[in-house]
């Protein structure tokens, strides 16, 4: 299992990895093993806003349906268009070719609130 050091996490699994005003968000690791082969994505659409803590999306495994949530509050500027074609995509690659939207931050404070790769690896790895 992989945990990035340099990504920021929220306690519902997704990472945020912040460049400028921006932020990547997708779905840990750990989070996608859980839920094992991932075979539907549904993400929102560009121009949505999204409130830090309330769902953006969903995502079906062959074990369950969830709901994602929102990191951090902002504007969807891009999403990975395919993850609709390839929602498995985030099982082989969930750092990388995985990733399931970006955001423009509305507010830096919000960043405060994530954890840091150590306090999700004591959380959720470590326990």
């Known amino acids: 299992m992989e945990i990035e050091q340099t990504l920021k996490y929220s306690e519902n699994h997704e990472w945020v990895r912040v460049e400028r005003n921006l932020a990547v968000i997708g779905m840990t690791d750990f989070a996608q093993e859980e839920l094992g082969t991932i075979v539907f994505v549904e993400l929102p659409e560009?121009?949505?806003?999204?409130?830090?803590?309330?769902?953006?999306?969903s995502m079906?495994?062959?074990?369950?349906?969830?709901?994602?949530?929102?990191?951090?509050?902002?504007?969807?500027?891009?999403?990975?268009?395919?993850?609709?074609?390839d929602p498995g995509a985030i099982n082989i690659a969930p750092y990388e070719g995985g990733w399931m939207i970006v955001i423009e931050v509305a507010d830096d404070a919000e960043l405060e609130q994530l954890w840091d790769y150590?306090?999700?690896?004591d959380t959720y790895i470590r326990s």
């Open 60 to 85: 079906e495994s062959i074990k369950t349906v969830s709901e994602m949530y929102a990191p951090l509050s902002g504007k969807v500027v891009d999403i990975n268009r395919k993850l609709q074609k």
């Open 118 to 121: 150590d306090k999700y690896q």
């Open 46 to 57: 560009v121009g949505d806003l999204l409130k830090a803590g309330e769902p953006f999306g």
